[in-house]
């Protein structure tokens, strides 16, 4: 059974800044990507940003120079550093991590996601 725990979500005036962390715990044999998406009216998860397990990174259109995302290996954690917050990025945030489970003569790769943190900007 594979876990992932979100926390840093909270209440932060515009202009602020808040730190997201998710870490992944469970019977887990390697981590592929990791990423973070934000929950959007009427549309499925929009994307935050991805990190791959060398460390190569994307950003989706709207928080591109503003939020940079980083991670862990040795702690099954991935980061999110979000500066510059407007009231426009007030939603909940999820955390998405590309798992390996099982053994090395038993593999399985399955998409897992943590449960969410509200991030709430305030004008």
């Known amino acids: 059974q594979v876990q992932l725990v979100e926390s840093g979500g909270g209440l932060v005036q515009a202009g602020g800044s808040l730190r997201l962390s998710c870490v992944a715990s469970?019977?887990?044999?390697?981590?592929?990507?990791m990423g973070w998406y934000r929950r959007v009216p009427g549309k499925q998860r929009e994307l935050v940003a991805t990190?791959?397990?060398?460390?190569?990174?994307t950003y989706g259109d709207s928080v591109k120079g503003r939020f940079t995302i980083s991670r862990d290996n040795a702690k099954n954690t991935v980061y999110l550093q979000m500066n510059s917050l407007k009231p426009e990025d007030t939603t909940v945030y999820y955390c998405?991590?590309?798992?390996?489970?099982?053994?090395?003569?038993?593999?399985?790769?399955?998409?897992?996601w943590g449960q969410g943190t509200q991030v709430t900007v305030s004008s």
């Open positions: 469970g019977n887990i044999f390697s981590i592929n990507g």
């Open positions: 998405n991590a590309h798992i390996a489970v099982g053994t090395m003569s038993r593999l399985s790769y399955e998409h897992y």
């Open positions: 990190i791959s397990s060398g460390g190569t990174t």
